[in-house]
């Protein structure tokens, strides 16, 4: 069947554009799609389901099911009020205070996700007296984040760093340097051509916060315990995460129903159906065809920003570490075998800069809780339009400085 491979890159398409005009988990697609190929294809039902990245699902359940404790019981937001709090009388300073919080805690653990969904709405509050520019405001912290994310402790850096062991490649700390090489002039260039639009207004009304209740400080001495098992003495995350995440359900009185509700399934399906799917194309014979296809358009001059600008494609209207990495990481190896100079690394780190150069679009997971969390529903408009054009532009930035210095995501 010469045909499948081609079909199943089709289909892949299919499922990204069904998914988002629909609304529906490309994850539970996905599995579909699979299940459909896999069994008329004769494989065996264990065949297909070979795919679950059971590794790395049990990875992002510990990871993830600690911090929906974290959030539940409000830890986290009550020591990002007590950090602002301190900035009070230096209004001028909290844009760079909540750049830190932002990357900072997504490097913790929480990842880019959670940490945005937290931030956003008391970032745009309290910055709603200081004459900075919401779009501003919504670019430094979901840009923060997205560097933190990337840190081997995180969601997303644990799948990158996931995917490339699969292949046989250890990328180490390589895509978190990368992230943050890339983002910081990205950045630069978003605060100057978005600066701020009122010098003079540099009010910032903060309340006092709480202080930290009995259950809210054992969280967090858990999860410094939890973070230094995993640096210092080389546990493993997921696990480790669980551990202290059963500590503190019986220790302390947070609610597991809420827990339950608060962990992302839906970001854990997805990421998990779209790896069996893509663990069918590779069986067809998709994934070779399309490095193929990608090695036709690209040089070693170009390699790296051609793959950025198909990662953020892919990302711009599906999701980075669900879609967008798990189907570009795997072309990689063959990619670099047959371009000189340019190695595996540099092009796994590529995608994921690309891939994360577009997530302050609307359409995207991080842009529509800037949308969701700005206070001024009249905005929100303007707002929508604004994120999408700097998305664009934001990945053509990238892949601009991915041209002119590849060495700088290589190994």
Partial sequence: MAYLPVVSLILLAAIIA?????????????????????????????????GWPTQLFVLLLGVTYLFAILRVNGSLQRITEHVIWQFRGAPGLLLPVFFTLS??????????????????????????????????????????SNMGGLSPLAPTGIIAVELARDLGVDIGYQVFYAIIVFNIPLLAGYCWVLRRRNAGAVTADIAKPQPLQRDQVISLLVLIGVVLAVLVGGLHIGLTALVGAALLLVVTAVSERQVIETVPWGTLIMISGMAVYTHILAAVGAIDLLSQFLGALMGPATAASLLAVMGGLFSLVSSASGVAMPTL??????????????????????????????????????GALALTALPQSAQRRRLFGQLLVLAVAGLGFTALLLWIMPWAVGS
Avoid: R, W
């Fill in 18 to 50: 069904v998914g988002f005009v629909k609304n529906i988990n490309l994850g539970i697609l996905g599995l579909a799609v699979a299940g459909m190929i896999g069994l008329g294809t004769g494989m065996s039902p264990g065949e297909v389901v070979a």
């Fill in 103 to 144: 990357f900072l805690l997504a490097a913790a653990g929480p990842g880019n996700i959670a940490v945005c969904a937290i931030l956003l709405p008391i970032a745009f509050s309290v910055m709603a007296g200081s004459g900075h520019n919401p779009l501003l405001v919504a670019a430094v912290v979901i840009i923060a």
């Fill in 329 to 366: 990481f795997p072309t990689a190896p063959q990619l670099a075998a047959g371009l000189d100079g340019v190695s595996v690394e540099t092009l796994l780190a590529a995608i994921v800069v690309g891939s994360h150069a577009v997530t302050l679009s609307p359409i995207s997971t991080l």
